[in-house]
C-alpha cells in the first residue's frame, strides 16, 4: 500500500490505493473494471457517488493496471484545476486522441475528473469526439452527481456508482495505518472518526492524521475537538436543554454561548441530533415532526441562511413538538 519513498507524504497520498486489490468496499466494480480490463474491452465509463468514495484512486490504479510504465504517454488526466472549456475539448483532448504513438499498442485514456464542473458547451463538444476516437481512446468521466452530465454523455458511458464505505473496511484500513504510522488509538476512537465521516474514507484519514499531529494521541474527545464536533456529553446538555427548558430565550441564549465559546458548527449539532432521534424511543408523531424540521433545518442552513435563525428554528421545533405532545395526552 505505502512504500518508504512515501514517508513524506500525507497519509491520503501516502494511502491512496494504488492497486485494484487495494481499494476496499468496492468489490463489485473492481470485479466489473477486471473483466473490461483483461479482456481489452474498456468502455466508456462514467464514475460517480459521494466524495472521498474511491472513484479517482479506482481509475488511477486501472490506469497503472493497463499501461504500467507506458502510463504518461497513454494517459491524459484533466482535473478541476485545469481549464476543461469548449477550447480544452477542442484542442488538447483532440490532439491527445487524434495523435499517433509509435511504440505502443492499445487504446488511449481520457479521464475528466470532477467532469460535473465543465460547462454544458464543452459536454456538448466532448460528445462527438467520444465517438469519432472511439476506435482508439477512452474515456472516463468522474463526479459526484451523474445528473450533472448532459444525458448525451451518460447514454455513452458504461455508470458505475460509487457507495459509501463500509465501516468494518473502514476501520480495518484506518488500524493498519495507526498500527503503521505509530498512533496511540483509543478503542472508541475510530467507531467515533467513521460515525463523523459517513463513509468518506479520505475524511476518516484526514481526521485520523489532524488529530494525531495536533494531540498526539487519538481518543473520542481529541476527535470531536479537531473536528469542531460537540462531544457526547455535551450533546446529551444540547438535548437537555432543548427537551426539558422551557424558556425560549435562556435555551437560545443557553445554545449561542456554548456555541460560540466551542466553535460549534450549527449543521454539527444538527447531524448529531438527527443520529439521536433517529434512534430514541419517542412517540411517533413527535420524531417524524422533529425529524422534518431537523430536514428544513438542513437545507436552509445549505442555502445560506443565518445559523442564529435556524437556531431559533431548531428551539422553536422542539418548543413546538413539546406543545403538540401536551395537546396529544389531553385528547
Ligand atoms: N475505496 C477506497 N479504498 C481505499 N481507500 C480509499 C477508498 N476511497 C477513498 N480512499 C482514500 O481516500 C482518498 C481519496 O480517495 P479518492 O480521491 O479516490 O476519492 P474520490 O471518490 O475521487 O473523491 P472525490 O469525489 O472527492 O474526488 C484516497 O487517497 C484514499 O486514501
Ligand atoms: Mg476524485
Not at 54 to 77: D, F, P, Q, R, W
Not at 204 to 225: P, W
Not at 293 to 314: D, P, T, V
Amino acid at each position: 500500500m505505502a512504500s518508504d519513498d512515501d514517508a513524506n507524504l500525507m497519509w491520503l497520498e501516502k494511502y491512496r490505493p494504488k492497486t485494484f486489490e487495494d481499494v476496499l468496499s468496492q468489490r463489485d466494480i473492481i470485479v466489473t473494471m477486471l473483466r473490461f480490463v483483461n479482456s481489452n474491452s474498456v468502455p466508456h465509463m462514467l464514475f460517480y457517488g459521494p466524495p472521498g468514495t474511491g472513484k479517482t484512486s479506482t481509475i488511477l490504479a486501472c490506469a497503472k493496471h493497463m499501461y504500467g510504465t507506458n502510463l504518461k504517454s497513454m494517459v491524459l488526466e484533466l482535473n478541476a484545476s485545469d481549464d476543461r472549456g469548449i477550447d480544452v475539448v477542442r484542442n488538447e483532448i483532440k490532439d491527445f486522441c487524434s495523435s499517433q504513438r509509435v511504440f505502443s499498442t492499445g487504446v488511449k485514456l481520457v479521464i475528466l475528473d470532477e467532469a460535473d464542473a465543465m460547462t454544458s458547451a464543452a459536454q456538448m463538444a466532448l460528445r462527438r469526439i467520444m465517438e469519432k476516437y472511439t476506435s482508439s481512446t477512452r474515456f472516463c468521466l468522474i463526479c459526484n452527481y451523474a445528473n450533472k452530465i448532459i444525458p448525451a454523455l451518460q447514454s455513452r458511458c458504461t455508470r458505475f456508482r460509487f457507495g459509501p464505505l463500509k465501516e468494518e473496511d473502514i476501520r480495518l484500513r484506518l488500524e493498519q495505518i495507526a498500527e503503521k504510522e505509530g498512533v496511540p488509538v483509543e478503542k472508541d476512537a475510530l467507531k467515533t472518526i467513521i460515525q463523523l465521516s459517513q463513509g468518506d474514507m479520505r475524511s476518516c484519514i484526514h481526521i485520523l492524521q489532524s488529530t494525531f499531529l495536533s494531540s498526539g494521541k487519538v481518543t473520542c474527545s481529541t476527535v470531536y475537538e479537531n473536528t469542531g464536533n460537540p462531544s457526547n456529553e455535551e450533546m446529551e446538555q444540547i438535548l437537555h436543554w432543548l427537551t426539558e427548558e422551557d424558556e425560549f430565550v435562556s435555551c437560545y441564549e443557553k445554545l449561542k454561548k456554548m456555541k460560540a465559546e466551542r466553535g460549534f458548527a450549527l449543521i454539527d449539532i444538527l447531524r448529531q441530533i438527527h443520529k439521536r432521534i433517529l434512534s430514541r424511543n419517542m412517540c411517533r408523531r413527535s420524531k417524524t415532526y422533529l425529524l422534518e424540521r431537523l430536514a428544513e433545518i438542513e437545507h436552509q442552513l445549505a442555502f445560506g441562511c443565518s445559523e442564529q435563525l435556524n437556531l431559533c428554528s431548531l428551539i422553536g421545533a422542539f418548543q413546538m413538538m413539546k406543545t403538540l405532545e401536551v395537546l396529544d395526552a389531553a385528547l
